[in-house]
């Protein structure tokens, strides 16, 4: 499972980073999740509780922010929102394939002490 991987990679990083402050414990991670990534968030929460025991993060809360797609209009100069796979502006309806935002997938905080 692909989020299997994924996850013990985020774990890796973040013991890391903890060890390097000098931290024995991780209280939360949080991580971000574009809806565009292919990773599935309740498979990611799965790998987690899976991954979690004798690391750093064996007690830690895992927080995963989803994001919606977004594109860039280069007529309009702004980002809108992709629903449901139409990658259309709803101001000028011009198509964009210029995707912003959505195929995220980060460890975007780390809770350490
Ligand atoms: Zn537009």
Same mark, same amino acid.
């Given at each position: 499972m692909h989020e299997v991987s994924i996850m013990r990679s985020t774990l890796d990083v973040a013991e890391d980073q903890a060890r390097r402050s000098g931290?024995?414990?991780?209280h939360s991670l949080r991580m971000r999740i574009g809806?565009?990534?292919?990773?599935?968030a309740d498979a990611l929460r799965f790998a987690f509780e899976a991954l979690r025991?004798?690391? $750093?993060?064996?007690?830690a809360l895992l927080e995963i922010e989803e994001v919606r797609p977004a594109c860039w209009c280069m007529d309009c100069q702004a980002e809108f929102e992709v629903n449901d796979y139409i990658y259309e502006?709803?101001?000028?309806r011009r198509p964009s394939?210029? $995707?912003?935002?959505?195929r995220e997938i980060a460890l975007v905080s780390l809770e350490i002490s």
């Open positions: 931290a024995t414990h991780i809806l565009l990534s292919g990773v599935v025991q004798n690391t $750093l993060a064996a007690s502006c709803p101001r000028c394939a210029d $995707l912003r935002r959505g």
